[in-house]
């Protein structure tokens, strides 16, 4: 039976002084589903991330996680159901791969006691292939390899629902793969649901449950193939896309 994790009832935001990005956008997102959200540059697909992790403040509209209104929830409580990673990063010096990654459980550690537990960070840098980085400076790392450090933190904050800002911006294409095929499977064997940001379209066309597209301040939302398949594709792109079934890949003739 599907459980629904989040709902999203008629989002709108907008700068002050400018234009709507988007507007009434509302969904419901169940537990295990990986969603990625595509758009143009400057449409709002990280601005509605942001929303979604409380950073940013609604202009209408509510987001509820589990039932609960994120505005009605406490910053601890908050950092409990949803982590998020943006597209920055962070300076800091004299910190090692392994101290990153479990600043991913901050929200747990009480004043007595740090429950950061050893043996989670262990499995995580091994499913990450981070063994290698362990002990390495964050600040010395190449901005691929910083980039797996991050979604390594971010899955050390263990919420039920995980955002990302463009996850495999640097990567090589093996590791890119590599990556999504992570996080795919985080969804599918820990029922965690990932909403991420990118630009990486045949990825996500092989491994995302669900397509946010964001055009002209609407939201236009389904199933890879039956966007595909209902041509939803060619009004989203300005021009001509053709998609190779065999290969499961979109291209421009």
């Not at 996850?167 to 590791?175: G, I, K, R, S, V």
């Not at 795919?184 to 029922?191: R, Y």
Request: aromatic share 12%; glycine share 4%.
């Amino acid at each position: 039976m599907d459980t629904i994790l989040l709902n999203i009832n008629n989002l709108s935001f907008k700068y002050k002084n400018s234009k709507y990005l988007f507007t009434d956008f509302s969904a419901s997102v169940n537990a295990g589903m990986f969603i990625a959200v595509l758009g143009a540059n400057g449409a709002g697909k990280s601005t509605l991330l942001k929303m979604l992790s409380g950073i940013e403040r609604v202009s209408s509209g509510e987001i509820f996680i589990r039932n609960k209104s994120i505005q009605e929830m406490s910053a601890g409580y908050l950092a409990k159901q949803v982590s998020y990673s943006g597209t920055g990063r962070h300076k800091l010096p004299y910190t090692t791969v392994r101290q990153y990654i479990t600043l991913g459980k901050f929200p747990y550690r009480t004043f007595f006691k740090h429950n950061s537990d050893d043996i989670s960070i262990d499995k995580i840098i091994k499913q990450s292939n981070l063994e290698l980085f362990e002990h390495k400076q964050v600040n010395t790392l190449s901005d691929g390899e910083y980039q797996r450090v991050n979604i390594a933190r971010v899955l050390a904050q263990e919420t039920p629902l995980i955002l990302f800002d463009e996850p495999a911006a640097f990567l090589d294409f093996e590791t890119k793969h590599k990556v999504y095929k992570h996080l795919k499977s985080i969804c599918a064997e820990q029922l965690k649901t990932i909403i991420l940001a990118t630009h990486d379209l045949n990825e996500v066309l092989r491994f995302a449950d669900e397509l946010w597209l964001i055009k002209d301040e609407k939201f236009t939302c389904g199933n890879p193939y039956e966007l595909i398949e209902n041509k939803i594709f060619e009004s989203f792109f300005s021009e001509e896309v053709i998609y190779d079934s065999k290969i499961k890949k979109l291209y421009f003739p």
